[in-house]
């Protein structure tokens, strides 16, 4: 009460409070443990607004398992010897090899002139291995002397789940020496060599300078932590060739004129492998042809201002704290959601439009939603607790008498519910117990009560989970209503064809224990039907009061309980239901009747189990049983008597009803003017 008070006394004052505290709660400590969760939500979105554009200045040469297989593992120096040299005849601008050359080879004079083969190109590119955060090991001395550039491998690794989100351009290394990353220094050489100048890499303190020609690099900063994030393309897309036809000269020089040529392990086998977002595992190689692509293409992942960004989630979250809580009341809550989802359909189509033009991103999306999310739930309960705290006694009160669903729909909707009278198209159901009488002469009254308690409890259970209405219990008996309250109807007969089958899988299920523990069973039949009804309140207002469907819909479903008798079947719908739910559920056409007290026929169907649950034994059955059902309505009687009296030996029991009712067409054949309808005159 005391925090009520404070809350109510202190409008303004309660509004900034919280809203300060989600914000601390969103963009400081979420950020500690949402930080992949960002960069995933951000390579999400590219999935579906990036082009995916791949350069063609890039070619990568396989060292695939084509080419291992011919050459063996680990491969012969010798073979990078003819490789580039079938290379150089197509006057590439650079070339990287992706082979860390760290030792001499078994044969001196092979070494000598591959180092040779590597000044003659002028174009060569090795890399070296980082030991640890500042100690470098180079390529084997004769290579890193013979070859134009000597770069550094590995990128960063996200330490949450070592996808690769980042490449650094550059690393500061014992005796303050500095490399560049694979990607830039291949980049270097491409653009010394396009444009006949050459762009070096100024590693003086402050003066790491990455305006390469047409292309202006986006990075965090300029120093030993700055960094590039990677805007993934599909490796596929890439132009590849194989190392193996390089090596034998079996491809076209021409497509690697003026192009970076990135040589490097493909093969499946061999473990060069790192996860990046959209793609999942790709070859090392594939890494730098994308931090290549990303500057080529000038796709570079720029973030939004972070100062602003907080500002704007921290007017979010007061905007729908104050709304929320103070300033709509409950017959205007359209009016938040309505504002705020506009309010979110603005800052969402500025984001759009600047990822789309500017490839500008949050860097917290992941906040931002929380932030909305979180000032809805908070700003919501703290409503709730003010305003609503009667209706929730209400609802669960009148949760006791209805489904939990329809108690929900009277309260929290706006339109009116008519409680006098309305005419509408439901459905309706009826269960009944078979032999209740018999059974209740067994049982003690305690023993009976005790049984009428567990079968109801189980049965209601089921319907009020199905979004049915009880209407009434007339001991056994059980009367159910669905779409009574509902404005819209949507799945009514399916849910109650649904809670039918599930009610007879319980009701199987207690048969079993009860035949374990008193040697008897029960059977259920039920009746459903779909159409036409009186809905209303019966009774004395302010005094005694019961709602009820009135109508010739409720009495067929009633009947249709009640023929289940006759063909010895669980579960009877009329062709209503039949025709709505038919696609989702196993039936068994059974009769054309006429019911007591009703000249209109109808088709009758029993329901047997969901759809594609048949067992095989079942499906000959309801075959065979169809087939003698059109010879029965030919009046091929004696052809009918035939396949009926089959299944009625295995116990098919609405099979055993067509047998008699042929036996008796053969003695006493129908007129010529039979209508097929077979009239009920019990109940």
């Not at 080419?67 to 005849?89: S, V, W």
């Not at 359909?345 to 033009?357: D, H, K, P, Q, R």
């Not at 053969?666 to 005159?681: A, C, K, Q, R, Y």
Request: charge should be negative; include cysteine.
């Amino acid at each position: 009460m005391q925090f009520k008070n404070f809350i109510t006394r202190h409008k303004k004052s309660s509004v900034i409070l919280l809203s300060s505290l989600l914000f601390l709660i969103s963009y400081f400590w979420l950020w500690v443990f949402s930080y992949t969760i960002d960069k995933d939500l951000y390579y999400l979105i590219k999935e579906f607004v990036s082009n995916d554009k791949v350069t063609k200045n890039v070619v990568i040469v396989e060292i695939d398992d084509k080419t291992l297989n011919k050459t063996g593992f680990p491969m012969d120096r010798k073979y990078f010897i003819d490789t580039l040299k079938h290379i150089d005849e197509g006057h590439p601008a650079t070339v990287w090899i992706d082979v860390f050359f760290a030792d001499k080879w078994t044969n001196p004079v092979t070494d000598k002139l591959l180092a040779q083969k590597f000044k003659e190109s002028g174009n060569i590119v090795l890399g070296s291995a980082i030991l640890n955060w500042k100690t470098l090991e180079k390529p084997y001395k004769l290579f890193s002397d013979s070859v134009k550039t000597v770069s550094y491998y590995p990128p960063i690794l996200d330490p949450k789940n070592d996808k690769v989100y980042s490449i650094r351009p550059f690393r500061t290394f014992d005796n303050w020496e500095v490399l560049e990353n694979f990607s830039f220094a291949l980049l270097r050489n491409y653009y010394s060599y396009i444009y006949s100048k050459d762009f070096s890499f100024k590693s003086d303190l402050g003066e790491k300078n990455y305006d390469f020609p047409n292309s202006k690099v986006y990075l965090w900063d300029f120093s030993d932590n700055a960094k590039l994030d990677i805007n993934y393309s599909e490796p596929k897309k890439f132009d590849t060739l194989s190392f193996y036809d390089v090596y034998n000269g079996e491809f076209n020089p021409e497509q690697l004129k003026d192009k970076i040529v990135i040589i490097g392990y493909t093969a499946e086998w061999v473990k060069d492998d790192f996860i990046v977002p959209e793609y999942g595992i790709v070859k090392w190689i594939y890494v730098h042809a994308n931090a290549i692509n990303t500057i080529m293409n000038k796709d570079y992942i720029k973030y939004f201002n972070k100062n602003i960004e907080y500002v704007i989630g921290f007017l979010f979250a007061i905007i729908i704290v104050y709304l929320n809580v103070f300033y709509i009341r409950k017959e205007s809550l359209f009016l938040i959601l309505f504002e705020t989802f506009a309010l979110f359909i603005i800052v969402l189509f500025a984001y759009l439009i600047s990822f789309l033009w500017f490839w500008i991103i949050f860097n917290f999306p992941f906040e931002f939603i929380f932030t909305l999310a979180a000032a809805f739930v908070l700003s919501s309960s703290i409503k709730s607790y003010f305003e609503e705290w009667n209706k929730i006694r209400l609802n669960q009160a009148l949760a006791e008498y209805v489904s939990q669903d329809i108690a929900s729909e009277i309260l929290h909707w706006t339109w009116a519910v008519n409680l006098s009278w309305e005419k509408k198209r439901i459905t309706t159901f009826f269960s009944d117990l078979a032999g209740f009488t018999t059974l209740s002469e067994k049982l003690s009254p305690e023993e009976l009560v005790w049984f009428l308690r567990s079968y109801l409890w189980e049965m209601s259970g089921i319907i009020m989970d199905n979004k049915w209405f009880i209407n009434k219990y007339e001991w056994d008996a059980i009367m159910a209503l669905w779409w009574v309250f509902w404005k819209t109807r949507e799945t009514s007969n399916y849910d109650a064809c649904f809670s039918a089958i599930i009610q007879q899988k319980h009701i199987f299920l207690m048969n079993q224990r009860r035949l374990e523990m008193w040697e008897w069973e029960v059977w259920v039949r039920m009746g459903i039907n779909y159409w036409d009804a009186i809905i209303w309140n019966i009774g004395r207002e302010w005094r005694k009061m019961e709602f009820t469907a009135l109508g010739d819909s409720v009495n067929l479903a009633s009947r249709l309980e009640w023929v289940n008798k006759f063909y010895g079947t669980a579960i009877c719908v009329s062709e209503s239901v039949y025709d709505e739910v038919k696609d989702s559920f196993e039936f068994r056409y059974l009769d054309k009747i006429r019911v007591k007290w009703k000249n209109e026929p109808i088709n009758i169907y029993e329901l047997i189990c969901l759809k594609g649950d048949l067992t095989d034994m079942k499906k000959q059955i309801i075959s065979d049983f169809d087939i003698a059902i059109e010879l029965y309505i030919a009046r091929k009687f004696p052809d009918a008597l035939e396949i009926f009296k089959k299944l009625a030996e295995i116990w098919d029991k609405p099979s055993q009803t067509y047998k008699n009712r042929c036996e008796l067409y053969l003695e006493n054949p129908p007129s010529e003017s039979w209508d097929l309808v077979w009239t009920m005159n019990e109940k």
